[in-house]
Structure formats: C-alpha cells, structure tokens
C-alpha cells in the first residue's frame, strides 16, 4: 500500500527580500514516509521546521527541492485536499459567526452538504454542542481549537494533519481530544501530528519523528525510540547485597530495581552470574525504557 | 468565498451603519420631499419645504438635477465609503491562522481572490442599487416619473468600485495591511479623477519631464471621473451613446483584468 504521506529530499529556504538580509533554511533534505492507517507525531524544538514541512505538505508554501506526495498524489490537486482534515496551530475564526454557519462554510467549500443532524452530531462530538447558538468571538483558546478539530473532522477525511491539536485544551478536553483521534484512528484514518506535548503525543502516536534544523534526526516506532538497546532493568529479590552488585557493574536505580549497561547477550550473562555467584536471586528482567523527552533530549544532543 | 464574505460583511458595523444611514436617508426623502405633480407636470419641487426649481416642467425633467446628484453621491460617497470599509477584506483573508486553513481546503489559490472580489463587487452593487432603487421607488410614487435610469448608474458605480477594488486587492497580496489597501484605494481613485481630466490638464501643464511623467500615469488609470460623469448622464436620462459607455467601461476593466491578474500572479507564487 502506497504511504498516506511521503516527502523526498525537502528543501525549503525562507529568503528575506528586503534590505539583502540572507534567507533561513527551514528544511534541509528531508525524507518521510507515513503509513495508511497509523498515528505519526512529529516532534522537535521551536523553530524545527514542524510547521514549515505541514505547511509543504499541504501546498501551503513551495517547497524549494524535492517532492510531497499526499494520498498517491500531489498536495496541488484539490482533489486529495478534499480527503485531508488540517487544524492550523492558530486558527484564525470568524468572531461573528457561530459555530454551525463555520463549519456550513468550511463544508462548503469542501464541497460537502452537510445536514443540521450531522452538524450536532459533529458539534457534540467535540463537546461544543452546547454553546452552538453562541458567537465564536466569545469563546475560549480551548473552545476555538475544539471547532477547528470539528472543522478538520467534516466529511471524515482519510488524513487528518493537526498542527498542535491540544494547544489551549484543558486536561479533560485532551482526553477528549485524545479519544477523538483514536476513534478516527481505529476507523481507518492516517494521523499526523505535530505537537510540544510529548506525554500527548506518546499516548496517541505509534510513530515518532525528530526534527530538528531541518532535518529528521531519528524516525521510527515509538516502542523502538524509547528502548534503550543496551540498558536493563534488574530487580532481585530481597535481600542483595547492594554493595556486591554494584561491584558485580549494576547501578542503583531505586525501589529494588538495579540498572545495567550490556552490549550483548554474553555480557548481560555474565554480569548476571556475577550477581548470582554474589548471592542474589533475580526475579525481573526487562529492556530498560525511556520516555519520549529523554529521546529527544539524546537526539538533540546527538545532533549538536 | 463570495457568500461567506457577505455574510461576513453582514456581520460588520460598518455596514450595518452603511444600510442604516441609507435606510435613514431614505425615509427622510419620503417624509420630507414636497413634490406636486399637476397634469403630469412638477409644478414645484419643494425639498424640506424650499423651493429647488422654480420654472414649472416636465416631471422626469425636473428631477433629473436630483437623479444626477444621487449619482455622483452613490458614486464617489460609495466609493470613499467602500475603500475604508472594504480595505480590510483581503488582509484578513490572508491573515494567518485563516489563509493556512482556507489553502489546505479543495479550493484553488485562484478562486479564493476570485471569490473575495466577486463578494466586495456584489456588496458595492447591493448597497448601490439599494440607495438608488429607493431614491427611484420614492421619486416614482412621489411623482409618476418610473425609471431604470438611476439603477443602470448604479451599476456603472460599482463598476467604479471593482476597478478601485481590483488595485486594492492586488496590494494586499503583496503587502498584508488593511491601510495600505485603503491607501492605495484612495491613490487610486484620485489618479482616476486626473485620468478622467487628463486631456485638461495636460494642456495646463508645461512641457517637460513632469507632464511626461503624469500623461503615462494617467493613460494607465482607469478614466473614473469620466465613468462618474457618464453614470450621472445615465441617471438623469441624458443621450449617451453606447459606444462611449462601452468605452469608459472597457478601460476601467481592462485596468481591473490587469491587476487582478498580477494580485494571482503572486498570489499563486506566495508562502503562506
């Protein structure tokens, strides 16, 4: 099956054109390919080039070199763009408007009839049903987003592209949020998703990829990024002797649990038997894993 | 894009002042214009009770100073109007958060300026004929004097307003600010006064770089005052003739194809 999303070799400068200042590189030869049917979340620290490569990939701005596909085709087809939801990461509303005559317009210009039935459904959905009959004007930071995740949603598209979908959002309405986009996941739908809040998106996203200057720094499941191939977490039985672990190459990871650096199966044996020859009885035995911050925090470092 | 503009509009003070301030004007004329018609003849036109025509003549004849003054209001006040009202459209269609949604939608870049100039042009013909169609109504119950007249120059002003809009549009694709629309908008429809006075003034002017410089600028500007003068013999029932109607109207969308063209221009070729 060919990737909902697939971009080759990106380039993309910003060139100043006044006062002769040079240009920034946004995206410096980026390759990416997202799976039909999977949750991608694209991370990185401000100024990464997240938005700039949304932005590429939704024909929003040019990319300088190298090509975007979306869903088998080109992002300049209208065509495709009808069957990918986008929520900016600051949707600008209509203040006047209320909620169902934004989404009749965005529907329309989808080109979509939709029915006051699925406007409610819609609008319930996003927990916005009850301020329906209010001016979008007087809404929250959190309600806005919650109307251009509904907005994003019309006409159940195969791809839905959120730039920063739980921005504003209070901790229930993430949650929210979060069901949302699984229930679109499990109904088949491909997911990017670019945001700051890692613990969100290592909920949500079965893929990861790091940006950073332009250029993805590391890409793969998340399950993969976080194991720490050559760590182990140790737990023994109680009373070890501590002192002979640590000189058998085990470090204190606390609550009973030892940490342990081996390359190779060999070498986890060995200092196992080490353990062992020291008395102590071992009673759990797992891959040590780090969350999504220390990942980013080591690819980071691993770049500069 | 059109219809949403309207709404948006709809949404807007300004226009709901403008509709109101017309409405107003209306039903002042209606109250308080004193016209006696007898045998089919103005015997005198009384505006809040004084005398404006003292010979007595025809009805449609008599009225057409009041039918040439409605033009030039409709024209250049909808205009001034129009450039301060209006000179905000573009900018908030390309503002940020609104132009990344509105381009990842199916829509061609194209379509959303097409839609956006299609709106204000409906909007200026809307709020056009509104004036000038009461005006007629009123004058029409008033005296027995029915005529089209006032709405076919109203017709011919909103083509004003396109031409002047069209520019204002364009230097909103190149530059996002509101009062740089207005202000080209105002460049704009003084340089279409000059233009339409350009033979005049040429001929005031001494020879040099200076008249070189203004006769090239004013042979590219829409000749406004012309289409204005033009609207306003419209109005009043003068003979016009066809061709130099269809004259005055080609230049001002032959401007108005030309910079709508360059606003697409770079509107396609924009990062947003």
């Known amino acids: ?304 | 894009m059109a219809a949403d503009l309207l709404r948006e509009a709809g949404a807007r003070k300004w226009f709901l002042g403008l509709a109101v301030a017309i409405t107003l004007l209306l039903l002042a004329l209606l109250g308080g214009l004193r016209l006696e018609v007898v045998d089919g003849a103005l015997a005198a036109t009384r505006l809040f009770g004084k005398a404006l025509f003292t010979p007595i003549r025809a009805a449609d004849i008599a009225l057409r100073p009041v039918f040439i003054a409605a033009s030039y209001l409709i024209f250049y006040g909808g205009m001034a109007f129009g450039l301060i009202a209006c000179s905000d459209f573009a900018p908030a269609l390309l503002s940020p958060g609104r132009i990344e949604h509105l381009l990842a939608l199916p829509v061609r870049r194209w379509e959303l300026l097409a839609g956006t100039f299609l709106g204000v042009l409906l909007l200026g013909l809307l709020g056009a004929t509104y004036g000038a169609g009461g005006l007629l109504v009123i004058l029409g119950f008033k005296t027995g004097v029915w005529t089209w007249h006032p709405l076919l120059a109203a017709a011919l002003a909103a083509v004003g307003f396109a031409t002047v809009y069209a520019g204002m549009l364009a230097a909103a694709v190149f530059v996002r600010s509101a009062a740089v629309s207005a202000a080209v908008g105002a460049l704009l429809l003084v340089s279409g006064i000059l233009a339409g006075n350009r033979r005049a003034l040429l001929t005031t002017m001494s020879e040099g770089p200076g008249q070189l410089v203004f006769a090239a600028w004013t042979r590219v500007m829409p000749p406004l005052s012309t289409l204005a003068e033009t609207a306003a013999d419209v109005a009043a029932g003068s003979p016009v003739a066809v061709g130099q109607v269809g004259t005055v109207v080609g230049e001002c969308a032959l401007f108005t194809a030309g910079a709508l063209a360059v606003a697409v221009w770079r509107f396609e070729q924009r990062d947003f």
């Open chain 1, 1 to 304: 099956m060919t990737p909902a999303l697939e971009a080759t070799d990106l380039h993309k400068r910003y060139r100043r054109w006044m006062f002769g200042r040079a240009g920034q590189d946004a995206l410096r030869g980026l390759d990416l390919r997202v799976p039909r049917g999977t949750a991608f979340g694209l991370i990185g620290p401000n100024g990464a080039g997240k938005t700039t490569f949304i932005k590429c990939l939704l024909g929003i701005a040019w990319p300088d070199r190298g090509t975007v596909r979306l869903l088998d085709s080109s992002p300049e087809d209208p065509a495709v763009r009808a069957r990918v939801g986008y929520l900016p990461e600051r949707l600008h509303l209509p203040g006047a408007w209320r909620p169902p005559a934004f989404l009749r317009a965005v529907g329309r210009l989808k080109g979509l009839r939709v029915t006051a039935d699925e406007l409610r459904t819609l609008l319930a959905r996003v927990g916005l049903l009850e301020s329906a009959e209010r001016r979008i004007g007087g809404f929250s930071k959190g309600m806005r987003q919650r109307l251009g995740l509904a907005a994003a949603l019309l006409g159940s598209p195969e791809l839905l592209v959120l730039d920063e979908p739980t921005d504003g959002v209070d901790p229930l309405g993430r949650v929210e949020v979060r069901r949302i986009l699984e229930s679109e996941l499990a109904r088949g739908a491909t997911l990017f998703v670019n945001s700051h809040l890692l613990s969100e998106t290592e909920r949500l996203c079965g893929r990861i990829g790091i940006l950073s200057g332009g250029r993805l720094l590391r890409e793969g499941p998340l399950d993969a990024l976080c194991r720490a191939e050559a760590s182990w977490a140790v737990r023994f039985a109680p009373g070890a002797d501590g002192a002979a672990l640590v000189a058998a190459g085990f470090r204190p990871a606390g609550d009973g649990t030892f940490h342990l650096d081996a390359p190779d199966a060999a070498a986890l044996n060995a200092a196992l038997d080490r353990a062992r020859v020291a008395g102590a009885l071992l009673v759990e035995l797992t891959r040590a894993s780090r969350d999504l911050e220390d990942v980013l925090a080591e690819a980071l470092r691993a770049a500069a």
